[in-house]
Every structure is written in structure tokens, then in C-alpha cells.
């Protein structure tokens, strides 16, 4: 029987060095640089906004993009995307970044809550380019001027119910104004969104104030209590209510409870003076007298530390969590709340947290490679030489994610 065989055309080396080089070029192109700046503008608006854009400001982030050089082209149409050229209205802050930040505002971590004063001033400090790592310590609040709305109150949300049942433009109504001038707390007792009427009713109600650390850590510094869990740190700073042999078995203190209250409750002491009144239905400061919320179930454990003020210390500056990039400007210890969110928001975790949680919402999935851990990288440092822009985060991230 007679074999067959099947003959190839035999290769040159010019087109061996033609398929080579071809490939080498089709592999590095991503698809953001195959794609026509059309198609790069329109996936960067829906990645920011949510909806397709109008063929005006397809258009006109697509023009930006044709017009210099890509990455540079492509930021202007991502900010271009977020104001809308600030005459449409942007479903940006109304929609994106109000889904973003509601969840912060609630123990159950809900998107599905009512606007509200954290919300909003967020909303408005990302608008406005305010420095986000004050986002845990100034004097600051946004409310809007909106006819018919009821005025802020600290003991109700129905000023920021009315504009979400009004569908009220949040990026144009937002004005930005102080704590102080509207609760009645002291300028030095204000911290951000941790003593906003919204966190406060959530984190500051009943309990022993450490839940207000516990969600404070997890929203904006992206670790939960097991994630710092530290055992190596003294048990002096912790309150009495915490029984030293849970169970009759002291191991499981000094083996569990100690990694995190050693760290916890020296820092949650800076919350000693403030309370969620639920008949009241707003924040109560005590200055100078600590909440009797700090004293309760005293007999668990009878030489535990009793707290005498707002003092506050950072133990995790030494042993393993000094991995999370506290600043060698601060102390480490102050009084109040105001300092401990200077010392939380002056971290490169904090920093780090946030270009991460854009980076989820844009990309819809989290960084997974070499590449994508790179870039948030890179987009950190942009962060913090920026003023700390949340907004810029945002464009970087949308421009980087163009491609997927």
C-alpha cells in the first residue's frame, strides 16, 4: 500500500521573521489600543456612569481621546464623563457614587438605605476634590438648598429623605458648610463622617462605642478586626466588660480576645464621650465625662482598665499591623475622635483601601494579577500626590479598565 504524506510549503526565514513580528505586535497591543476611541469613550462612561452616554458626549470624550496622545485623551474624557460637562445632569453622583458610599452608612453593609448625611458629604467631598483622607476628621457636612426641603436637622434625615424622594441633582444642589454650625458639637469633637448623625445612628448607638471602630476600620482602612488580629500587643487598655476566661478557659482570651482588644479599645477610648440618644434621635456629646457605656459589666472582669477620658493610643504602630503604613508625622496618641481619624486617614492602608474599592466598583472585579496590582499601585501614589482627589482615583480606574 502505497503511504501518503502530507507536504507544508517550506518556510522562509523572511516569513518566519514576519510571523514573529507580527504576533509580537498583535500580543502587546491591549485591547484599549485596538479599540476605535469611540468604543474606549463609551466603555469608560458606562464603567463611571452606569448608562450610555448621549451622542453629544460620546462624541466629545471620543474627540478627546482622537486628539492626544491615549492615556492623556482618555483621562479628559473620563472627568469629562463624571461632570458632563457640568450641564447634564450626571448620574455619577447621583447614582454611582451614591451606591458606592451607602453602604459605609449601615451595619448591614445595604446599598438599599436612605440618602443620608455620611452619603452626601461624601458625595460632595469627592465633587468638590476636597482631600479625602479628612474624610475622618474635618469640621465638615453638605447639605443643599432645595425648595420645599426641610432644613438639616441632627435629629432626623427628612432633609436628605426630601431630596432623594425629589430626585434632587445632587452635584449641582450640594453645598458644603460645617458640623458645628448645624449639630451643636464642639468644632474639636467633629471627625468626618464618624460623628455624621448617619454613623452615629448606626455605629455610636448602645453597645460600648467599638462597633464605630470595628466598621470605621472595615470602610476605610479595608481590614476587619481578624485581619489585624495581634496578640503580641499589651492587654493594659482593655476595659473590664471583656472577661479574661471566657468559659472558664483563659487561653481563649489570651490565644483570641487579646489579638483584637489590645489594639481596639486603646483606640476606641477616643470615642468615650459620644452616644446615639435613640429617643432623641441624634448624637449626644459628653465632653469631659465618659459615656456609661464605657463602664458596664465591670464585675466580667474587675481589674480591667476603667476609662477616665478620650485618650487614645495606637499599639498597632509596633509588631505586625506597623505594616500598615502609619505616619511618622503623627504621634500615634491623642484625644477625641478628630485625632484618631487624622492618625486612620494619614495610613497608606487608607489610601491603599480606597484605590481598591474604586478599583472593585469600576473594574467589577477585584485586581487578580501582577498588572492590575501595579496599576492600583500606581494610582495610590497618583492619590496621594494629588491631594488625595477621590474623584482622579475614579478616572484613573475607568482609563486603566477601558480595555476589559
Given at each position: 500500500m502505497q503511504r501518503h504524506t502530507m507536504t507544508r510549503a517550506p518556510r522562509t526565514s523572511a516569513g518566519i521573521a514576519y510571523a514573529v513580528?507580527?504576533?509580537?505586535?498583535?500580543?502587546?497591543?491591549?485591547?484599549?489600543?485596538?479599540?476605535a476611541p469611540r468604543d474606549q469613550a463609551k466603555r469608560i462612561h458606562d464603567r463611571l456612569v452606569g448608562i450610555p452616554p448621549s451622542e453629544a458626549t460620546l462624541t466629545q470624550m471620543a474627540a478627546l481621546i482622537n486628539s492626544t496622545n491615549d492615556?492623556?485623551?482618555?483621562?479628559?474624557?473620563?472627568?469629562?464623563?463624571?461632570?458632563?460637562?457640568?450641564?447634564?445632569?450626571?448620574p455619577f453622583y447621583n447614582v454611582t457614587l451614591k451606591n458606592f458610599v451607602t453602604p459605609w452608612t449601615n451595619r448591614d453593609q445595604t446599598v438599599f438605605a436612605p440618602l443620608n448625611d455620611y452619603t452626601a458629604t461624601v458625595i460632595g467631598m469627592v465633587?468638590?476634590?476636597?482631600?479625602?483622607?479628612?474624610?475622618?476628621?474635618?469640621?465638615?457636612?453638605?447639605?443643599?438648598?432645595?425648595?420645599?426641603?426641610p432644613a438639616y436637622s441632627p435629629a432626623n434625615n427628612d432633609h436628605y429623605q426630601y431630596l432623594e424622594d425629589n430626585h434632587v441633582d445632587l452635584r449641582t444642589a450640594l453645598q458644603q458648610?460645617?458640623?458645628?454650625?448645624?449639630?451643636?458639637?464642639?468644632?474639636?469633637?467633629?471627625?468626618?463622617?464618624?460623628?455624621?448623625?448617619?454613623?452615629?445612628q448606626a455605629f455610636f448607638v448602645l453597645g460600648t462605642n467599638r462597633a464605630m471602630f470595628r466598621f470605621t476600620m472595615l470602610n476605610h482602612?479595608?481590614?476587619?478586626?481578624?485581619?489585624?488580629?495581634?496578640?503580641?500587643?499589651?492587654?493594659?487598655?482593655?476595659?473590664?466588660?471583656?472577661?479574661?476566661?471566657?468559659?472558664?478557659d483563659s487561653r481563649l482570651f489570651l490565644n483570641n480576645c487579646v489579638g483584637c482588644h489590645s489594639g481596639m479599645d486603646p483606640m476606641a477610648q477616643s470615642f468615650?464621650?459620644?452616644?446615639?440618644?435613640?429617643?432623641?434621635?441624634?448624637?449626644?456629646?459628653?465632653?469631659?465625662?465618659?459615656?456609661?457605656?464605657?463602664?458596664?459589666?465591670?464585675?466580667?472582669?474587675?481589674?480591667?482598665?476603667?476609662?477616665?477620658?478620650?485618650?487614645?493610643d495606637n499599639y498597632w504602630r509596633s509588631g505586625q499591623n506597623s505594616l500598615l503604613g502609619w505616619s511618622q508625622s503623627l504621634p500615634g496618641k491623642g484625644q477625641g475622635a478628630k485625632s484618631l481619624g487624622q492618625e486612620l486617614g494619614s495610613s497608606d492602608t487608607f489610601a491603599q483601601c480606597q484605590v481598591e474599592k474604586v478599583f472593585r466598583n469600576v473594574c467589577f472585579r477585584s485586581p487578580s494579577d501582577a498588572a492590575d496590582r501595579g496599576e492600583v499601585q500606581r494610582i495610590v501614589g497618583v492619590f496621594k500626590s494629588g491631594n488625595y482627589s477621590l474623584k482622579s482615583v475614579f478616572a484613573e480606574?475607568?482609563?486603566?479598565?477601558?480595555?476589559?
Open positions: 513580528i507580527a504576533g509580537m505586535l498583535l500580543s502587546a497591543l491591549s485591547p484599549a489600543a485596538i479599540a492615556t492623556a485623551g482618555a483621562l479628559l474624557a473620563a472627568n469629562l464623563a463624571i461632570d458632563r460637562n457640568r450641564i447634564e445632569s450626571s465633587r468638590d476634590e476636597v482631600p479625602f483622607n479628612t474624610v475622618l476628621s474635618e469640621d465638615i457636612l453638605y447639605t443643599a438648598s432645595s425648595g420645599g426641603a458648610t460645617t458640623q458645628s454650625s448645624l449639630s451643636g458639637l464642639p468644632p474639636a469633637a467633629t471627625a468626618g463622617v464618624i460623628t455624621s448623625r448617619a454613623a452615629s482602612m479595608c481590614r476587619d478586626l481578624e485581619q489585624v488580629h495581634d496578640t503580641s500587643r499589651p492587654p493594659d487598655r482593655i476595659r473590664q466588660d471583656v472577661t479574661r476566661s471566657p468559659g472558664g468615650a464621650y459620644y452616644n446615639f440618644d435613640e429617643t432623641a434621635g441624634r448624637l449626644v456629646y459628653t465632653q469631659g465625662q465618659v459615656q456609661p457605656k464605657y463602664l458596664i459589666n465591670s464585675d466580667n472582669f474587675k481589674t480591667g482598665y476603667v476609662t477616665p477620658d478620650d485618650h487614645w480606574t475607568a482609563v486603566y479598565c477601558r480595555g476589559d
